[in-house]
């Protein structure tokens, strides 16, 4: 039986990540960045993918608490057994180099027998590599070689090799510790020597909170917030700036369905939302660290813009299934790459260019090629005006005029008209304001239903659309806007859910060339509970909210979608796209609940002095 996907911690180095289970089991890890092959891959199958499990030998052991370092993707699980306690710490160094796992095993009280069982399968669980034991200075370790990769795992009692795995057993008494260290390198260099675990523990923790330390906090949601963004940067590539969507592939969005995507890569949609929430708490280097990404990732003919990259900028992602994975909970295909880097998607341009205008906005100038680049945009939108696409949720039916891409279509030519008229960007003003107003007169005509007060998922159609909740976001309408109130009623009647949850919209239509049948998109309810905030409908949106929060595991973590039905986590996980509209949400809340107090605090009746 599969492992829930709540059950899974993640660990990250900002290059990588690796999922841990709460028993132990590291059942997901692609080394040495998030979109290479997997090394670990039990996740989306069995032992047999690949895994390193560490845990008590005795039966009845259990986890007593299971939780991050304060601030930090250091992850901590305090076992009890009959005969004593451990804590392990499992985490990936940052700022050396080292694409390496390390698990500490401290014990707490009494003695405590562990094993571990190492299956390493590389190439998505295709390969098995030679294994060989050798001892330098003394020290035994571990390899594994197989082709280009190699990896060499160090420290404790060296496991054995039976049956193409690895296990062995050793002891820790109160007040010892013992570390292991399992070290990716390429197989042509040598192997590199043993870490100073201490010292990496040390630096890895400074890091993270450190980087944590500069986050603008609020009061509600705290710390669901600085969780979030921890995330958010968890999924950004240290070196390159890219940000993927997710560290996983082919998580079901339906249990047993074919809806497994491969989210790995850079988006950049995904990336400019998660920037304008990140900007808003304070991190704009790291949005310019996504800006210089990008202008290398799209250099080149503007023509040959994709709407998602690999985390270097590589642009060949073609779509593929692996055989050999029976899929998470049985859920097929397994896919590597994704389909959608060919789809032409209307609103992504304008998604970027909201997120530059707010960099620009935060006193980060534009260089002689940023800029450029952004008209050099703008053009292959002018090209593609009279195009429909397959829009945010990347349908894989028949493109259509959606009406959320036409409205981030006006968004790019808004921000590119206000550039050139408030920032003195060089460009064609008059033109940019003329395909403005042209789109905002399309979209009022026919991307909106009068007759029943509401918008509409796209151009001759009749039905819902979440993404209808972010013509707000760029300015398209005021939140207060009668036809924006009438939308949003119309999305609670047609695509609220049983338990209060909104669905991105109703599957099975045909828009979407798929079968029917998927669980809520989590950002979706995010984004009412953002525009609950926005229009008085406080203790709503905090209702919602805190029934959202709820649905984190224990670790903050939050997935793509969630079952409400048999209350489990679906999707690809951790989601960059949940936890960014986290952060927008409580945003809005705790605007709303200053708003609140500032009004109460001017009305309120002055107080009689005493006689």
Request: charged share 25%; with cysteine.
């Amino acid at each position: 039986m599969a492992t829930p996907i709540e059950d899974y911690a993640l660990i990250s180095d900002l290059h990588t990540g690796a999922l841990v289970s709460r028993t132990g089991s590291i059942d997901w890890l692609c080394l040495p960045r998030f979109d290479s092959p997997s090394v670990f891959g039990a996740l989306l199958g069995t032992e047999e993918h690949g895994r390193w499990l560490l845990e008590p030998c005795q039966a009845g052991a259990r986890v007593l608490r299971r939780e991050y370092l304060e601030s930090t993707f250091i992850l901590q699980t305090h076992w009890r057994t009959v005969s004593g306690e451990v804590l392990v710490t499992d985490f990936m160094p940052v700022k050396d180099r080292r694409a390496s796992v390390v698990r500490r095993v401290e014990g707490l009280a009494g003695t405590v027998q562990m094993r571990q069982e190492l299956q390493c399968r590389f190439n998505y669980g295709t390969t098995v590599p030679w294994m060989r034991r050798e001892t330098v200075g003394g020290v035994e370790r571990l390899l594994a070689i197989a082709g280009p990769s190699a990896m060499v795992l160090s420290g404790g009692n060296i496991p054995h090799g039976s049956d193409h795995r690895h296990t062995g057993e050793f002891t820790v008494g109160k007040g010892e510790t013992v570390d292991l260290e399992l070290l990716w390198y390429p197989s042509h260099r040598e192997t590199p020597e043993e870490a100073d675990i201490d010292a990496a523990l040390a630096v890895t923790t400074r890091y993270w909170q450190d980087w944590a330390g500069l986050c603008v906090d609020r009061d509600r949601y705290r710390l669901p917030v600085r969780r979030s963004l921890l995330v958010l940067r968890a999924l950004t590539h240290e070196d390159t700036g890219g940000i993927v969507a997710a560290p996983t592939t082919s998580l079901p969005e339906e249990f047993g369905g074919s809806r497994n995507w491969d989210y790995r890569y850079c988006w950049l949609r995904d990336a400019a939302l998660t920037l304008e929430a990140m900007m808003t708490h304070g991190y704009d280097d790291e949005a310019a660290h996504w800006r210089n990404w990008l202008l290398r990732a799209v250099a080149g003919d503007p023509g040959d813009l994709q709407i998602m990259y690999a985390v270097d900028g590589g642009r060949e992602l073609p779509e593929r299934i692996l055989p050999q994975f029976p899929g998470h909970a049985g859920s097929l295909p397994v896919r590597l790459g994704n389909g959608a880097v060919e789809q032409y998607q209307g609103d992504v341009v304008g998604t970027v260019m909201v997120a530059l205008a707010r960099l620009r906005d935060r006193g980060v100038a534009e260089d002689s090629f940023s800029w450029p680049l952004q008209r050099a945009l703008l053009g292959f939108l002018e090209r593609h005006l009279e195009d429909p696409d397959h829009g945010i949720w990347e349908v894989r039916g028949e493109p259509q005029f959606f009406t959320h891409s036409r409205v981030m279509m006006w968004a790019a030519f808004d921000r590119a008209a206000r550039a050139a008229r408030e920032s003195d960007m060089e460009g064609p003003v008059e033109l940019w304001e003329a395909i403005r107003d042209g789109l905002r007169t399309e979209i009022l005509d026919r991307g909106y239903d009068a007759g029943r007060n509401t918008f509409v998922q796209c151009y001759g159609a009749a039905e819902a659309d979440a993404s209808l909740l972010q013509l707000t976001h760029v300015g398209f309408l005021d939140y207060d806007d009668p036809r924006m109130l009438g939308t949003v009623a119309f999305l609670e009647r047609e695509l609220l859910n049983g338990q209060g949850l909104l669905l991105r919209y109703r599957s099975g239509t045909g828009v979407d060339g798929l079968e029917p049948g998927e669980n809520p998109f989590l950002a979706c309810s995010f984004w009412l509970a953002e525009q609950y905030a926005h229009t008085g409908r406080l203790d709503e949106a905090i209702r919602l909210m805190d029934q959202l929060v709820g649905y984190a595991n224990e670790v903050g973590l939050l997935s793509e979608e969630y079952d409400t039905v048999n209350g489990r986590m679906a999707g690809n996980y951790p989601q960059a796209f949940s936890h960014l509209a986290l952060v927008r949400a409580a945003d809005a809340i705790h605007a709303a609940e200053a708003g609140l107090l500032r009004r109460r605090s001017q009305t309120a009746e002055p107080m009689e002095s005493s006689p």
